[in-house]
């Protein structure tokens, strides 16, 4: 059975590119374009792995992360935040909510994928 | 009695004070220095005037012989605190005479010091010459001849006595054993024989005080002895009780005693029980005597009654003693007034001229140490030969008191400046030498002028009685009181009348001031006198050596020098160069020894003084003064300094928050930038990795990647911007602008932005809207930006903008609404400012960078316009306002 990956992000060509490189690695791919929908795919869906943008307009990332990490049903779940925020307090702060790793943008398709990959084996 | 064998007394008991006053100096240096030394040694107060003359007074006038001594005791009280304060001005600055305690207190003025000097000279000599006279009225009457004159004999030996123990040490101010010695005994003498013949006449030659009084009673009118005699007698009694209050304190031979002299200031505290005593005993017997004498003697001259009547019972041996103790009051007398007269003539007199006739050559290495001692004796010999001259042509006309009384008003114009200078700081040098010449000139012309006349009118046989006696008489019976009443009245008044006016009248200097302060208020300075602020300059340490050795001698110099560096620490050779302290120490030693102003005038010869101004002064005084005040300045200073911290502060968090701002712009824009290049290398990267992509998707890729690229670089251009119109840089081209036809051109543009979009566009713009005075360019990029915004957020199922424009007042008014969802309030405030981003936009992502808002506010306040944002009915209206064009305008 292959991995469910949820990615959440509201830039379009960020998106388009993940969903692309997740779907030709054989992964399961859910699309959330904002906090929202994402919390719509959470509801009845359990993803083994979130890549989450924090700034969003309507709800952000740390709270999605806090989210999923206060509900038992995503207890396998592993969150990888990918965000243009680069100060250390922002990546304290998503490690100190449960992510598994912070990946700062621009970052680059081949190491994600691997970290991806390598998150999803433990 | 032979005339030889009271010859010989007199010889024999002068030479013999010689020799006390010689074992006095070699032994008793250690033993003068106690209280009650220091007290007898005050009652030089009691002359021959009051040996003799107080029962010749008794006899004539009553108790008003009384009135000298009162005046003296009501000040005792006060002693602890007047005389301390004298004591320790006259220590500390090391002050030789009252004319230099004058002088120093109005700026170590010399001029002052001369006339101080010449009132006590007109004062003194005539009392000298009464001693004089005393001595020799003693000697006929004991010799019962008026043919022999002693008075050369005694001048002779007096001045050998005044040049061996008053002359005696180059320095002035030392104490001098040998003097107080001799002193101390002929109070003794003078004392006991007083008592001793008081005793006999009451009770050997009388039987007890009531018999003479019985007796007397019989035969005199006794009232009159024991009461107030003739008319104005109690004005005269409070009188000259007051200037005999003053004399006390101020003749001369007193200051010498009191202040030079003194040894501890505690002795005060024994004279203060010990010269009250001794007054008392020496007037108990005065009115007793006084009733024998006119009882038994009635013809005979009532000033010598104490010589008469032991002779009368035959008595030598008391005779002789009353002669010794009436010859000791005398002489006593003649030697202190002496050293003090020649201390003043040449300080005053003598080294003026000097200094003055050399001023040229005046740093050159001289010997003044023999010179000084020297001039004081020849000032000694002048003294005495003016006394002795003076005694013998105008003394015989004067009973003794008189001249006694003349002298201590002479001596009471020093009072208001001796006095004032101790008490009040503002009393300035003009006004001491205004008070005390004009005090003199009406004390000459009431005591001294009319003995002149007559003796002038006698001279030239005529019987004519003096017009300026005549005119004195009705000033008195004018004042309804005495000559001496009116004449005392007078000459206090408007001494004290110029002091006070020019005191308030006339500038301190600032030397002056500092030396007012230094006397008010000596006790807060005496303890710390080493850190005088008198010399504010320097002066090569060779220069002050050969300058204190030209009046101590070199070995004295070197001693004191040398003690001075070891106890500060210095060493010559090191450091030649002195302080101000040394210059004021070698200055107080010179004081010593040739007077305050003359040490000043030395001093001044080898110091570079550098300008001293009344504010330094000031300042000085107030730095070492006013500690207190001092401190409350710190404190003001603290605070304001608290207060610069404050506003520093205030900046400096200012300086952060624009530096905070300044970091967050930078980290929003890299921010803001990591989004279009997280897009365009990750694109990228799967266009490389996926060489097998179809077509299409190869297209979409690529197409994407370049609309990432120009989005960064519209954030760039966006941002450079944006930095020129808030640094300022960024210059305007304005010029008349036809609004008008703009926003047609800029509808024209944003029609195919809206194509395909179910958006109505509404334009009401009247074309003959006025011009406004704006640059076309940047109001085009505020245009399209709203415009763009408008397009973006109106309603996207049915759409509408609406654009208006018309002139308010002065300005061209610009509405830009659509139909979007309506603005949060807070966000209203907000929209403005750069990279702010409108919050829970549900539907979508904002395709700016929250800039292009920021920009247009830029541009419309650089035009002074106004541009807003409201919730306007039903719609969101943006709105923009510019000036209108005026022909003027350039």
């Given at each position: 059975m292959s991995n469910k990956i949820l990615i959440v992000d509201d830039e379009p060509n960020i998106v388009m590119s993940l969903e692309f490189l997740m779907r030709k690695n054989k992964f399961d791919v859910f699309i959330a374009r904002n906090g929202t929908e994402a919390m719509d795919i959470l509801g009845r869906e359990i993803p083994d792995l979130i890549l989450l943008d924090i700034m969003m307009p309507d709800v952000d990332g740390y709270e999605i992360c806090q989210y999923v990490r206060q509900n038992e049903r995503f207890d396998h779940a592993k969150v990888v935040f990918l965000s243009a925020k680069s100060k250390q307090s922002d990546i304290e702060k998503g490690y100190a909510l449960g992510a598994d790793l912070y990946v700062t943008k621009p970052f680059s398709t081949r190491e994600l994928l691997q970290n991806v990959k390598q998150l999803l084996a433990d | 009695m032979s005339e030889y064998l009271i010859l010989f007394i007199v010889a024999a008991y002068l030479i013999g004070l010689l020799f006390l006053a010689y074992f006095g100096e070699k032994y008793f240096s250690r033993l003068s220095n106690n209280g009650l030394v220091y007290a007898l040694s005050l009652?030089?107060?009691?002359?021959a005037w009051t040996f003799y003359g107080s029962v010749g007074r008794a006899s004539t006038e009553g108790v008003n012989f009384l009135a000298i001594y009162i005046g003296p005791l009501l000040t005792v009280p006060f002693w602890w605190f007047l005389l301390r304060k004298m004591v320790r001005i006259t220590h500390t600055l090391r002050i030789s005479s009252i004319a230099d305690f004058i002088s120093s207190r109005y700026g170590k003025n010399a001029q002052l010091g001369t006339v101080v000097a010449i009132a006590s000279f007109l004062a003194v000599i005539p009392y000298i010459a009464l001693q004089f006279k005393a001595i020799n009225s003693s000697i006929h009457i004991m010799s019962a001849t008026t043919l022999f004159d002693a008075s050369l004999l005694i001048v002779f030996l007096l001045t050998v006595f005044v040049i061996l123990f008053g002359a005696r040490n180059v320095d002035a101010n030392q104490r001098k054993p040998g003097l107080i010695s001799a002193i101390v005994a002929e109070s003794v003498v003078k004392l006991v024989a007083f008592i001793v013949l008081g005793a006999f006449v009451v009770y050997g030659m009388f039987d007890g005080f009531g018999d003479i009084f019985d007796r007397a009673s019989a035969t005199v009118d006794v009232a009159q002895l024991t009461s107030f005699a003739s008319d104005g007698a109690y004005s005269d009694w409070f009188f000259i009780s007051l200037i005999s209050a003053i004399a006390f304190l101020l003749l001369p031979r007193q200051f010498q005693l009191s202040s030079i002299e003194a040894g501890k200031e505690r002795h005060i505290l024994s004279a203060m029980r010990v010269v009250p005593m001794y007054l008392l005993l020496i007037n108990v017997f005065v009115i007793p005597i006084a009733m024998a004498g006119l009882v038994l003697l009635p013809n005979d001259d009532p000033d010598f009654f104490v010589l008469s009547l032991p002779l009368f019972a035959e008595q030598k041996v008391l005779a002789i003693l009353v002669f010794l103790g009436g010859l000791s009051a005398a002489t006593s007398m003649i030697l202190v007034s002496t050293t003090a007269l020649s201390t003043m003539m040449s300080n005053y007199i003598f080294i003026p001229l000097v200094l003055n006739t050399q001023k040229e050559e005046a740093t050159e290495r001289k010997d003044y140490q023999s010179k000084l001692l020297l001039w004081r004796r020849v000032s000694t010999i002048i003294i005495m030969i003016l006394a002795w001259a003076y005694y013998k042509t105008l003394v015989y006309q004067e009973t003794l008191v008189e001249i006694g009384i003349i002298s201590f008003i002479a001596i009471a114009q020093l009072a208001p400046a001796f006095f004032g200078g101790l008490y009040w700081k503002k009393a300035t040098k003009k006004a001491a030498m205004a008070g005390i010449i004009s005090g003199l000139v009406i004390w000459f012309f009431f005591l001294v002028w009319p003995i002149l006349e007559t003796n002038l009118l006698q001279w030239l046989q005529s019987d004519a009685s003096g017009a300026s006696t005549r005119f004195i008489s009705e000033i008195t019976d004018q004042l309804g009181v005495s000559r001496t009443s009116s004449a005392i009245i007078l000459s206090l008044m408007v001494n004290i009348g110029c002091y006070v006016y020019f005191s308030f009248t006339s500038e301190q200097s600032a030397k002056e001031l500092n030396q007012a302060e230094l006397f008010v208020d000596i006790f807060r300075y005496s303890g710390t006198f080493d850190s005088s602020v008198a010399w504010r300059g320097t002066a090569y340490f060779p220069d002050l050596h050969s300058l204190l050795s030209q009046f101590i001698g070199k070995r004295r110099t070197d001693a004191i020098l040398e003690r001075y560096a070891r106890s500060n620490g210095i060493d010559w050779a090191k450091t030649p160069q002195v302080d101000s302290k040394l210059i004021s120490y070698v200055e107080r030693i010179l004081t010593g020894i040739i007077g305050p102003s003359s040490a000043r005038i030395m001093v001044s010869k080898v110091v570079q003084e550098e300008t001293v101004d009344m504010k330094d002064v000031i300042n000085i005084l107030h730095e070492s003064q006013e500690a207190i005040r001092l401190n409350k300045e710190l404190q003001l200073k603290s605070q304001q300094l608290a207060k610069a911290s404050d506003k520093l502060q205030a900046a400096n968090a200012k300086l952060q928050e624009y530096s905070d701002l300044k970091n967050e712009f930078l980290y929003t824009v890299t921010h803001e930038l990591r989004t279009p290049i997280t897009s365009i290398r990750a694109l990228s990267e799967l266009l490389e990795d996926n060489p097998d992509l179809e077509t299409e998707e190869r297209e979409t890729f690529v197409s994407n990647i370049i609309y990432e690229a120009e989005r960064m670089s519209k954030l760039i251009s966006n941002v450079l911007d944006l930095e020129k119109f808030e640094s300022g840089s960024q210059q305007l081209e304005r010029d008349r602008l036809d609004l008008h036809s703009l926003v047609q051109d800029e509808v024209t543009a944003l029609k195919p932005l809206i194509n395909g979009k179910n958006i109505r566009l509404e334009v009401e713009i009247n074309n003959s809207l006025d011009f406004v005075f704006a640059d076309g360019e940047r109001i085009r990029q505020v245009i399209t930006n709203i415009f763009g915004n408008a397009a973006k957020y109106c309603d996207q199922e049915n759409g509408l903008i609406r654009v208006t424009a018309y002139r308010q007042n002065d300005y061209i008014k610009v509405n830009v609404s659509n139909n979007g969802t309506p603005i949060h309030a807070e966000d209203l405030d907000n929209i403005f400012d750069k990279f702010y981003q409108i919050r829970n936009q549900t539907r979508k992502k904002p395709t700016g960078h929250g800039l292009g808002l920021a920009i247009c506010k830029n541009i419309i306040e650089m035009h002074n316009g106004r541009i807003a944002v409201e919730n306007h009915e039903g719609l969101v209206r943006f709105s923009f306002s510019l000036p209108v064009y005026k022909s003027t305008e350039k």
């Open positions: - | 009652t030089v107060y009691c002359t």
